[in-house]
Structure formats: C-alpha cells, structure tokens
Nanobody, 125 residues
Framework: EVQLQASGGGLVQAGGSLRLSCKAS????????VGWFRQAPGKEREGVSC????????YYADSVKGRFTISSDNAKNTMYLQMNSLTPDDTAVYYC??????????????????WGQGTEVTVSS
C-alpha cells in the first residue's frame, strides 16, 4: 500500500527558509514520479515541482524556480522540498504526491493517485 506523510510546514518570515519532508512507503522512487503541490485559500491546487528518477528530469513552476529544490533520499524513502527566499505568496498547504511514472512530465495534480495529508506553510511579511 502506497502511503505518503508530509511534514515540515510552519510559520516563517519573508525571506526565510523551510524544508518539507515526505516519508514514503509502498513504492520506490525508481519507478514512481513524485511531486509537490500547494493550495492557497480560495485557489486551485497548483504544481510546485516534480521529478522522476527513471529519466532524471525535474520540473519547477516559474514562481519557485531558483528558490525551491526537490530531492529524494532513497535510503530513507523520503522526498524533500527545500524552500528558500520565501514570500507571502508561498503561503499555502503543501502536498506531496506520487504515482507510477508514465513516461511523461507529471506536473499536474490529476496525474497523481497517491497524496500525503498536507502540511501548512505560512509566510509572514
């Protein structure tokens, strides 16, 4: 059974950093695409970053390029999202997601079947 558990959210001042973690079980990163999504109040869920170990490609939304970094630790079966230079616009609930890689860039929420429970990030100005 695939399970994801996100953690690491919190309150941070603008310009600060946070690292989100997502503990995975029931699959290996070699065969799955994994991603981070976020949903701000009153807005649709949007893709932040995704990656697939099978082809080594990584995608970032324009709004986070150069500030966020997605990574994974196979030994710990954990994926991470390092977030730097945070702004109030980054305030949202962040979700990790996983799905068997289908050979394409998996950067939209509808491509993912498995989801973590979400961790809240609040950036104060």
């Amino acid at each position: 059974e695939v399970q994801l558990q996100a953690s690491g959210g919190g309150l941070v001042q603008a310009g600060g950093s946070l690292r989100l973690s997502c503990k995975a079980s029931g699959f290996t990163f070699d065969e799955y695409a994994v991603g981070w999504f976020r949903q701000a109040p009153g807005k649709e869920r949007e893709g932040v970053s995704c990656t697939s170990a099978a082809d080594g490609n990584t995608y970032y939304a324009d709004s986070v390029k150069g500030r966020f970094t997605i990574s994974s630790d196979n030994a710990k079966n954990t994926m991470y999202l390092q977030m730097n230079s945070l702004t109030p616009d980054d305030t949202a609930v962040y979700y990790c997601a996983a799905n068997l890689w289908d050979g394409n860039r998996m950067d939209t929420a509808t491509m993912y079947h498995y989801w973590g429970q979400g961790t809240e990030v609040t950036v104060s100005s």
